[in-house]
């Protein structure tokens, strides 16, 4: 049941978000990961305390490379940080995986606060990148920063699904952890409707990259033949099962157990 995911992302010193995530979810769900690094980061669970940018050249020759040799069934998209990185993401695209499904993590702010895009570049993920994606997963800060509502319940977030689509996404994965209450809701929005996710909040502070594991775990799914509704659904058994195993690292927001055991197979057919 492999599935090639090539994730083009930043680099978390910590283990727990980013490119680290990104490889031990695809890993864990039997899918095989390939890596552009567009940032270095050093980060631990209280935050991030530094950021190296790569050049532009060389995250370019990275898809490139890869795709010229071993290809890519989906792309992942996480942290791109800049305007000229989101461009040279797009133009590698266009050249090197021209329909290839991408899952675009609109990564915008780290866990502790510090900004991971420019603002200057959302203007620019809106116009470019959301028109190649094959499905957004923001959570609520993210979307609130796309498509500029106010966003503080339920209906408010199938008003913002809604408004995501019209921006060009072809789907939405709208994650409602930031809302408060002892229930969690996520939407999957697609022009054909909005299908609602419910569980049970788990109560920790160890959430760390739970944005990037559950879209490089959709990512997994889609790479592996898994329709999108059945791809999100296994992905957020699986980040659940990872949230209430989280080995409690780290004095802030500790990491997911990614390497938490785990039926595929099971987890395939889960429902929401």
Known sequence: MQGRVLIIAGSDSGGGAGIQADIKAITALNGFAMTAITALTAQNTQGVHGVLPIPASFIRQQIDVVMQDIGADVIKIGMLGDSATIDTVCD???????????VLDP??????G???????????????LLPLA??????????????????ASE???????????RLGAPAVLLKGGHLPGDIVIDL??????????????????????TGCTTASAVAAGLAQGMSLHDAVARART???????????????HGPLDHAVTVDVGRLAAAGP
């Open 107 to 112: 990564v915008m702010v780290a866990k502790g």
């Open 155 to 165: 209906p408010e977030m199938r008003a913002a699904a809604q408004a995501l689509l």
């Open 238 to 252: 699986y980040v659940r099962m990872a949230i209430a195993a989280a080995p409690g690292y780290g004095h802030g």
């Open 134 to 151: 094959t499905v957004i997963t923001p959570n609520l800060p993210e979307a609130e920063a796309l498509t500029g509502m106010t966003i």
């Open 188 to 209: 999957l929005a697609t022009p054909q409707g909005i299908d609602s996710f419910a569980g049970s909040r788990i109560h920790t502070q160890h959430t760390h990259g």
């Open 92 to 102: 590698a695209l266009a050249a090197s995986a021209p329909g290839v499904p991408v």
């Open 114 to 128: 510090h900004h991971l895009l420019a603002d200057e570049a959302v203007v620019v993920l809106r116009r470019r």
